[in-house]
């Protein structure tokens, strides 16, 4: 007789969002954008100066980055030929998440190779699809309609993030002083998520002038030190609203001055207000659980 034995999945992807290639020229910014979803992003040619909440690097060609759920993010193309990425986003469970993280690597050859796989699959099957330029955003739009092309694109995208090495971690560029006052700036904001945090405390803080701090964020993020520290807080507030906490209690915890702020500057950050949103999430958590 038989004994079967379980087999637990060290990633599990349920649902995908976005899959493409495409060249942008020298200069090009990504203003950047917040989700409650991963994504990856591999430089195939090129390099870019790129932005992950107080992360700051400076990428080239085989590295890869990846943005956690809720993570602001953006990126400067810097090379003068521009820049070939790969972009790929989804919803996943599974220890491997441990380890890619608000993490940045230099793929080895194993890696890299699976990475040019995925590029090659969505080139190969371009002409089903009506746009020629570069696959949809919405990759759930067309990966159902051909399940061994999903299936395909998925194994490679599972070998990808299987092969990718702590050891190959990247370290955040510090050199640049402005690199450093940013990435303290956002840490000292994460730690004081739930005050009113002005910028003459935070010049007191960290020791820098407020024009310093100013020009920081505006170089590394595209906003002001007070549009940032909104959308920490707007981002803070999804995580709770997913844990179940009401508005109430979410709108004084965050140092709001009423309830009333809160939602109003909630649904200015995200279109919908909390409770509406709060929905949204339990929808997409009954999705995936489908």
Known sequence: MYTPFRVTNAIHISNMYSLFTIHYPNGYTFDGEVHDFWECLFIRTGSLHVVG???????????????????LHKFVVTSSEGVDILVFSFDASGII????????FHLNAAAACNAAKIIDCINAYKNMFTN???????????MTRDNIYSQTILS??????????????????????????????????????????????LSRILGASPTNIQNAFIK?????????????????AISYLSKGMDVTTLAELLGFSSQAHFTNT?????????????????????SQLD
């Open 220 to 236: 590394h993020s595209g906003l002001s030190v007070h549009k940032y520290f909104v959308k920490l807080k707007i981002n803070t």
């Open 53 to 71: 909440d107080d992360r700051v690097y400076d990428l080239a060609e085989n590295d890869f980055i990846v943005h956690s759920p809720l993570e």
């Open 156 to 201: 490679y995208i599972y070998l990808l993030l299987a092969f990718v090495k702590e050891d190959q971690i990247i370290l955040p560029s510090s050199k640049s002083s402005s690199a450093v006052i940013f990435g303290e700036a956002v840490r000292c904001m994460e730690n004081n998520i739930h005050t009113n945090l002005t910028i003459p405390r």
């Open 97 to 104: 998440l441990n380890k890619l993280m608000k993490n940045a």
């Open 266 to 286: 909630f649904k200015k950050e995200t279109g919908l207000s909390p409770t509406a949103y709060r929905k949204l999430l339990e929808k997409n958590h009954h």
């Open 132 to 142: 020629k330029l570069h696959i949809s955003l919405r990759a759930a739009e067309y």
